[in-house]
Protein backbone atom coordinates (compact mmCIF):
# COMPACT_ATOMS: atom_id res chain seq x y z
CA UNK A 1 0.00 0.00 0.00
CA UNK A 2 1.39 3.42 -0.91
CA UNK A 3 -0.36 6.36 1.01
CA UNK A 4 -0.07 9.64 0.14
CA UNK A 5 -0.36 12.67 3.00
CA UNK A 6 -1.18 15.63 1.40
CA UNK A 7 -2.82 18.86 2.11
CA UNK A 8 -2.43 22.68 0.22
CA UNK A 9 -2.18 24.13 3.13
CA UNK A 10 0.82 24.41 5.54
CA UNK A 11 0.83 23.91 9.04
CA UNK A 12 -1.99 21.50 8.94
CA UNK A 13 0.37 18.18 10.69
CA UNK A 14 1.47 16.47 6.83
CA UNK A 15 5.10 15.22 8.16
CA UNK A 16 3.95 14.70 11.99
CA UNK A 17 1.20 12.50 10.22
CA UNK A 18 3.01 10.56 7.86
CA UNK A 19 5.77 10.25 10.13
CA UNK A 20 3.87 8.79 12.86
CA UNK A 21 2.09 6.59 10.80
CA UNK A 22 5.19 5.12 9.53
CA UNK A 23 6.63 4.97 12.51
CA UNK A 24 3.62 2.26 13.71
CA UNK A 25 3.79 0.43 11.06
CA UNK A 26 6.92 -0.25 11.52
CA UNK A 27 6.64 -0.93 15.20
CA UNK A 28 3.86 -3.28 14.57
CA UNK A 29 6.15 -5.21 12.17
CA UNK A 30 5.83 -4.05 8.85
CA UNK A 31 9.06 -3.50 6.20
CA UNK A 32 8.04 0.59 6.11
CA UNK A 33 9.52 3.04 3.96
CA UNK A 34 9.01 6.99 3.81
CA UNK A 35 9.45 8.76 1.19
CA UNK A 36 10.20 13.00 2.56
CA UNK A 37 9.15 14.70 -0.89
CA UNK A 38 8.44 18.01 0.69
CA UNK A 39 12.07 20.83 0.49
CA UNK A 40 11.54 21.75 4.19
CA UNK A 41 12.63 18.10 5.27
CA UNK A 42 10.50 17.94 8.25
CA UNK A 43 9.81 14.29 8.37
CA UNK A 44 13.96 13.68 7.39
CA UNK A 45 14.73 15.92 10.56
CA UNK A 46 12.24 14.26 12.36
CA UNK A 47 13.31 10.44 11.61
CA UNK A 48 17.01 11.37 11.51
CA UNK A 49 17.85 13.95 14.03
CA UNK A 50 21.36 14.99 13.31
CA UNK A 51 22.04 12.86 10.86
CA UNK A 52 19.98 14.31 8.18
CA UNK A 53 22.20 16.60 7.41
CA UNK A 54 25.21 14.09 6.39
CA UNK A 55 23.28 12.35 3.76
CA UNK A 56 24.37 12.85 0.45
CA UNK A 57 22.39 10.40 -1.72
CA UNK A 58 18.36 11.81 -1.70
CA UNK A 59 15.35 12.39 -3.18
CA UNK A 60 16.87 15.68 -4.89
CA UNK A 61 19.80 13.57 -6.42
CA UNK A 62 16.63 10.92 -7.99
CA UNK A 63 15.14 13.92 -9.56
CA UNK A 64 18.01 15.48 -10.40
CA UNK A 65 19.67 12.70 -12.35
CA UNK A 66 16.48 12.48 -14.93
CA UNK A 67 17.72 15.95 -16.10
CA UNK A 68 20.48 14.23 -17.23
CA UNK A 69 20.41 12.17 -20.61
CA UNK A 70 24.14 11.43 -20.16
CA UNK A 71 23.68 9.68 -16.72
CA UNK A 72 21.97 5.95 -16.12
CA UNK A 73 19.87 7.01 -13.12
CA UNK A 74 20.33 5.03 -10.24
CA UNK A 75 17.20 2.81 -8.70
CA UNK A 76 15.50 4.18 -6.30
CA UNK A 77 16.86 1.47 -3.77
CA UNK A 78 20.17 3.97 -4.21
CA UNK A 79 18.70 6.62 -2.22
CA UNK A 80 17.05 4.53 0.87
CA UNK A 81 18.43 4.81 4.05
CA UNK A 82 18.31 3.08 7.08
CA UNK A 83 16.49 5.11 10.52
CA UNK A 84 17.34 4.29 13.92
CA UNK A 85 14.03 2.47 14.27
CA UNK A 86 13.41 -1.20 13.28
CA UNK A 87 11.37 -1.40 10.06
CA UNK A 88 11.30 1.64 8.88
CA UNK A 89 13.63 3.01 5.99
CA UNK A 90 13.33 6.67 4.69
CA UNK A 91 14.31 8.41 1.47
CA UNK A 92 15.10 11.85 2.56
CA UNK A 93 14.28 15.25 0.73
CA UNK A 94 16.22 17.70 -0.15
CA UNK A 95 16.37 21.54 -0.27
CA UNK A 96 17.53 21.58 -4.04
CA UNK A 97 13.74 20.44 -5.01
CA UNK A 98 12.40 23.72 -5.49
CA UNK A 99 15.76 24.60 -7.55
CA UNK A 100 15.02 21.88 -10.17
CA UNK A 101 10.83 21.93 -10.23
CA UNK A 102 10.70 23.66 -12.95
CA UNK A 103 12.80 21.73 -15.21
CA UNK A 104 11.51 18.62 -14.38
CA UNK A 105 7.91 20.28 -15.30
CA UNK A 106 9.45 21.12 -19.06
CA UNK A 107 10.51 17.82 -19.24
CA UNK A 108 7.69 15.84 -18.28
CA UNK A 109 8.97 13.44 -15.63
CA UNK A 110 6.05 13.47 -13.81
CA UNK A 111 5.76 9.61 -13.87
CA UNK A 112 8.96 8.57 -13.05
CA UNK A 113 8.19 8.43 -9.35
CA UNK A 114 5.54 5.78 -10.04
CA UNK A 115 7.96 3.93 -12.61
CA UNK A 116 10.30 3.63 -9.86
CA UNK A 117 8.62 2.42 -7.20
CA UNK A 118 6.70 0.15 -9.25
CA UNK A 119 9.56 -1.91 -9.48
CA UNK A 120 10.41 -1.35 -4.97
CA UNK A 121 8.38 -4.80 -4.12
CA UNK A 122 10.09 -5.35 -0.92
CA UNK A 123 8.03 -3.13 1.73
CA UNK A 124 4.68 -3.52 3.26
CA UNK A 125 3.73 -0.15 3.11
CA UNK A 126 5.04 3.35 1.63
CA UNK A 127 4.35 6.53 3.28
CA UNK A 128 4.99 9.99 0.94
CA UNK A 129 5.05 13.38 2.90
CA UNK A 130 4.23 15.78 0.39
CA UNK A 131 4.84 20.17 0.12
CA UNK A 132 2.27 22.40 1.00
CA UNK A 133 1.46 22.87 -2.46
CA UNK A 134 -0.14 21.35 -5.21
CA UNK A 135 2.79 21.14 -7.51
CA UNK A 136 5.08 18.20 -9.42
CA UNK A 137 6.00 16.63 -6.23
CA UNK A 138 2.32 16.48 -5.24
CA UNK A 139 1.08 15.17 -8.39
CA UNK A 140 4.20 12.70 -8.57
CA UNK A 141 3.32 11.36 -5.27
CA UNK A 142 -0.61 11.02 -6.19
CA UNK A 143 -0.26 9.35 -9.45
CA UNK A 144 2.01 7.40 -7.79
CA UNK A 145 -0.07 6.08 -4.91
CA UNK A 146 -3.41 3.97 -3.82
CA UNK A 147 -4.70 6.19 -0.86
CA UNK A 148 -4.79 9.47 -0.24
CA UNK A 149 -4.49 10.82 3.61
CA UNK A 150 -5.54 14.40 3.94
CA UNK A 151 -4.76 16.58 7.28
CA UNK A 152 -7.60 18.77 8.14
CA UNK A 153 -6.67 21.59 11.26
CA UNK A 154 -10.18 22.74 11.79
CA UNK A 155 -10.21 26.05 11.07
CA UNK A 156 -12.12 27.76 8.22
CA UNK A 157 -8.96 28.55 6.10
CA UNK A 158 -8.71 24.50 5.76
CA UNK A 159 -12.20 24.03 5.55
CA UNK A 160 -12.08 26.49 2.24
CA UNK A 161 -8.78 24.69 0.93
CA UNK A 162 -10.17 21.08 1.78
CA UNK A 163 -12.86 21.18 -1.75
CA UNK A 164 -10.30 22.36 -3.79
CA UNK A 165 -7.85 19.58 -2.58
CA UNK A 166 -10.41 17.17 -3.07
CA UNK A 167 -10.68 18.28 -6.33
CA UNK A 168 -7.47 18.01 -7.11
CA UNK A 169 -7.09 14.64 -5.99
CA UNK A 170 -10.79 13.77 -8.08
CA UNK A 171 -8.83 14.93 -11.29
CA UNK A 172 -5.73 12.87 -10.61
CA UNK A 173 -7.86 9.55 -10.82
CA UNK A 174 -9.88 10.58 -13.73
CA UNK A 175 -6.35 11.65 -15.82
CA UNK A 176 -3.65 9.77 -14.33
CA UNK A 177 -4.36 7.15 -11.06
CA UNK A 178 -7.91 5.79 -12.02
CA UNK A 179 -6.39 3.30 -8.52
CA UNK A 180 -6.11 6.30 -6.29
CA UNK A 181 -8.76 6.58 -3.49
CA UNK A 182 -9.26 9.49 -0.81
CA UNK A 183 -8.62 7.23 1.89
CA UNK A 184 -10.25 9.74 4.45
CA UNK A 185 -9.58 13.39 6.54
CA UNK A 186 -7.41 13.06 9.29
CA UNK A 187 -8.98 15.51 12.25
CA UNK A 188 -5.70 17.18 13.57
CA UNK A 189 -4.76 19.61 16.49
CA UNK A 190 -8.29 18.83 17.68
CA UNK A 191 -9.61 20.78 20.57
CA UNK A 192 -12.72 18.85 21.82
CA UNK A 193 -13.68 21.80 24.33
CA UNK A 194 -13.35 24.22 21.61
CA UNK A 195 -17.33 25.00 19.96
CA UNK A 196 -15.72 26.17 16.49
CA UNK A 197 -13.50 22.74 15.84
CA UNK A 198 -16.29 20.84 16.97
CA UNK A 199 -18.81 22.86 14.57
CA UNK A 200 -16.60 22.55 11.81
CA UNK A 201 -16.07 19.12 11.87
CA UNK A 202 -19.76 17.86 12.53
CA UNK A 203 -20.72 20.32 9.34
CA UNK A 204 -18.03 18.72 7.56
CA UNK A 205 -19.82 15.33 8.37
CA UNK A 206 -22.97 16.33 7.35
CA UNK A 207 -21.62 17.22 3.84
CA UNK A 208 -20.98 13.60 3.49
CA UNK A 209 -17.38 14.47 3.59
CA UNK A 210 -15.01 10.90 4.53
CA UNK A 211 -13.56 12.39 8.09
CA UNK A 212 -12.15 9.38 9.68
CA UNK A 213 -13.41 8.62 13.47
CA UNK A 214 -10.01 9.17 15.28
CA UNK A 215 -9.40 12.40 15.79
CA UNK A 216 -5.56 13.27 16.59
CA UNK A 217 -5.44 16.57 19.73
CA UNK A 218 -3.74 19.11 19.73
CA UNK A 219 -0.46 18.57 22.30
CA UNK A 220 2.74 20.06 23.58
CA UNK A 221 4.23 16.39 23.40
CA UNK A 222 4.47 16.63 19.85
CA UNK A 223 6.63 19.74 19.63
CA UNK A 224 8.65 17.47 21.98
CA UNK A 225 8.93 14.45 20.16
CA UNK A 226 9.90 16.40 16.84
CA UNK A 227 12.71 17.77 19.72
CA UNK A 228 13.88 14.60 20.31
CA UNK A 229 13.52 13.38 16.67
CA UNK A 230 11.61 10.24 18.26
CA UNK A 231 8.28 9.41 16.70
CA UNK A 232 5.29 8.72 19.47
CA UNK A 233 5.33 5.67 19.81
CA UNK A 234 9.14 5.48 21.08
CA UNK A 235 9.38 8.73 22.93
CA UNK A 236 6.01 8.23 24.47
CA UNK A 237 4.20 5.14 24.02
CA UNK A 238 1.66 5.56 26.79
CA UNK A 239 0.54 8.90 26.27
CA UNK A 240 -3.13 9.76 24.97
CA UNK A 241 -1.56 11.75 21.50
CA UNK A 242 0.20 8.03 20.94
CA UNK A 243 -3.29 6.48 21.49
CA UNK A 244 -4.67 8.53 19.08
CA UNK A 245 -2.51 7.75 16.47
CA UNK A 246 -2.82 3.97 17.30
CA UNK A 247 -6.30 3.97 17.11
CA UNK A 248 -6.30 6.18 13.54
CA UNK A 249 -3.70 3.46 12.33
CA UNK A 250 -5.93 1.09 13.07
CA UNK A 251 -9.03 2.16 11.41
CA UNK A 252 -6.23 2.68 8.56
CA UNK A 253 -5.73 -1.27 9.08
CA UNK A 254 -9.07 -2.57 9.71
CA UNK A 255 -8.08 -6.38 8.58
CA UNK A 256 -4.47 -6.12 10.92
CA UNK A 257 -6.49 -5.01 14.12
CA UNK A 258 -9.06 -7.65 13.97
CA UNK A 259 -6.17 -10.11 12.78
CA UNK A 260 -4.49 -8.97 16.37
CA UNK A 261 -7.92 -9.02 18.50
CA UNK A 262 -8.57 -12.91 16.74
CA UNK A 263 -4.68 -14.00 17.67
CA UNK A 264 -5.26 -12.20 21.14
CA UNK A 265 -8.82 -14.11 21.94
CA UNK A 266 -6.83 -17.54 21.06
CA UNK A 267 -4.30 -17.04 23.54
CA UNK A 268 -6.68 -16.27 26.13
CA UNK A 269 -8.91 -19.40 25.35
CA UNK A 270 -5.57 -20.90 25.61
CA UNK A 271 -4.62 -20.12 29.18
CA UNK A 272 -8.48 -20.51 30.36
CA UNK A 273 -7.77 -24.24 28.93
CA UNK A 274 -4.84 -24.94 30.49
Same mark, same amino acid.
Given at each position: ???????????????????????????? *??????????? =??? $?? +???????? *????????????? /??????????? @??????? &?????????????????? *? @?? #??????????? %??????????????? &?? %??????????????????????? !???? +?????????? !?????????????? *????? =?????????????? #?????? /??? /????? $?? $????????? =??? &???? $??????????????????? &????????? =????????????
Amino acid at each position: MRRVVFNQKGGVGKSSIASNLAAISAHK *GLKTLLIDLDS =QCN $ST +QYLLGKNA *GRIQNDVGVFFSQ /LLSFKLRPQKL @QSFIHRT &PFPNLDIIPSSPVLGEIQ *G @QL #EAKHKIYKLRD %ALASLDRYDAVYIDT &PP %AYNFYTMSALISAHSCLIPFDCD !EFSR +QALYSLMDNV !EEICQDHNSKLKIE *GIVVN =QFQPRASLPVRVVN #ELKEEG /LPI /LNSYI $SS $SVKMRESHD =QSL &PLIQ $SAPKHKLTSEFLALFDELH &PQMSSAVTN =QRSKQSADKESV
